[in-house]
């Protein structure tokens, strides 16, 4: 009985409290509305600045006066209109700078409807009317989906008035092909403007050019939009030269296999993406693959070709997945040594698994990552060589291998596979020399 009366009481404060909510949220609305009236009320009857300096919202009227007094000198007719939205009896917007929004819209665009007309959305968010009203006062043609997106965004406050985004959006709603917009890092042509047309809906303006000009070159709609979804793009970002090679290539050999150019898409995306993410067998978290072959070019190949390359790269992606991020390789009974020369402090020590095999041939640049298989099975053991420079904190030379079964040195290489310095080749000597290992590099 007395669970019973507790479970009543506190069912009784539920509802209490949610009238109490309720009731606060009618008042804080309806005195929003009020505020809003006596500001727009105040803001009508001033003349100069200065007539806001009592006011508790002086920086909003401030913004709102120097906006619609830009309107007024550039445009007096756009002018008149807008102070219609101004004065209409119940305040279309809660927020005072969806109003100073819309002045900057009237600024670059005339209306082309009367406000008279406009049927206002049952939705009391501020960005829905905006764009219902936006659209309605200044949209006077039917506009791509991207150019709707952008005129969303511009209403959330996603994209200011002075992005370039914006600027072709006003461009293109007057009736405008973007291929005639200046100032565009890449070029377009009345082809892509169709297209631009026909662009997924999820991407944004900036992609959607991209994509319209991958499929103005000949591209799948399927091709063009899997490589626009996977790349960073904004307006300002040129456009990246491999682009074409991969394009000439598709054209070049149309026939390819929907299988094989599944394989060689994913393949490019990953080598220009700098690599992928994949699950190992040691690690919760995913862990980041480097790509193999970052500056792979299409010129000169064949499918076949490009294929042994991709068969190279899922094979290291495999090895990944099943050898680990732990200390997956064998240790080689050769040592690690330190030489300390004046202040330098060089350190030559294993390579003991894949992630920092990986990292080695992401950092110079060079393709040590190939053989995981090799240190995986013993056959090679990875060795690099360091300058520390402080406490967490080395300076990465050149990167060695070393055949287990002979002990011979077979390669020796810096970065971009560059040939070792004077100092480099001293001290790799000294290494050798005091763990009796052969040396097979003629220039050593």
């Not at 064998?330 to 040594?337: G, L, N």
């Amino acid at each position: 009985m007395a669970n019973k009366k507790k479970r009543i009481e506190r069912e009784l404060t539920l509802v209490r409290d949610r009238e109490l909510l309720k009731n606060r949220f009618k008042t804080e609305k309806q005195q929003r509305k009020d505020g809003q009236k006596i500001f727009l009320e105040t803001f009508l009857k001033a003349q100069k600045p200065n007539d806001f300096n009592n006011k508790n919202r002086k920086s909003q009227y401030l913004f709102l006066f120097r906006k619609v007094r830009c309107l007024k000198n550039r445009n007096f007719k756009r002018y008149k209109e807008y102070l219609k939205i101004l004065k209409t009896p119940k305040p279309v917007f809660s927020r005072p700078y969806y109003y100073e929004k819309m002045a900057t819209s009237f600024i670059n665009q005339a209306p082309c409807r009367s406000f008279e007309s406009w049927h206002m959305p049952k939705s009391k968010n501020d960005y829905v009317l905006f764009k219902s009203l936006f659209c309605h006062l200044l949209v006077p043609y039917k506009i791509p989906s991207v150019i709707d997106d952008t005129i969303d965004r511009f209403s959330r406050f996603y994209l200011t008035a002075e992005s370039q985004e914006v600027e072709i959006m006003f461009h293109m709603i007057k009736g405008n092909g973007i291929h005639s917009f200046p100032r565009l890092n890449l070029e377009m042509n009345s082809k892509m403007n169709f297209l631009l047309n026909d662009a997924p809906k999820h991407l944004r303006l900036p992609k959607a050019m991209w994509w319209a000009k991958i499929r103005s070159m000949g591209v799948s709609y399927s091709i063009a939009t899997k490589l626009v979804d996977n790349f960073y793009i904004e307006i300002a970002t040129p456009w990246i030269g491999w682009y074409d090679d991969l394009i000439f290539f598709l054209n070049r050999f149309p026939d390819i296999g929907k299988s094989d150019l599944k394989k060689i898409l994913d393949f490019i995306i990953a080598q220009k993406k700098d690599g992928i993410y994949i699950h190992v067998n040691n690690c919760e978290e995913e862990v980041r693959v480097p790509a193999l072959f970052p500056d792979f070019k299409f010129k000169g190949r064949t499918v076949a070709s490009v294929l042994k390359y991709v068969e190279k790269w899922r094979a290291y992606v495999q090895i990944a997945k099943e050898g680990g991020v732990g200390g997956e390789f064998k240790i080689s009974p050769i040592q690690p040594m330190r030489i300390k020369q004046g202040k330098r402090l060089i350190r030559i020590r294993q390579i003991t698994n894949l992630k920092n095999l990986a990292l080695e041939g992401s950092k110079l640049n060079h393709c040590v990552a190939t053989y995981a298989g090799e240190c995986l099975s013993g056959a090679s053991s990875i060795w690099s060589m360091n300058e520390i420079l402080a406490v967490g904190k080395i300076k990465r030379l050149i990167t060695i291998e070393v055949e287990e079964e002979t002990k011979n040195v077979e390669q020796a290489s810096g970065k971009s596979n560059r040939e070792l310095y004077k100092m480099e080749k001293k001290w790799l000597e000294m290494w050798v020399e005091k763990e009796g290992l052969g040396v097979v590099i003629e220039d050593l």
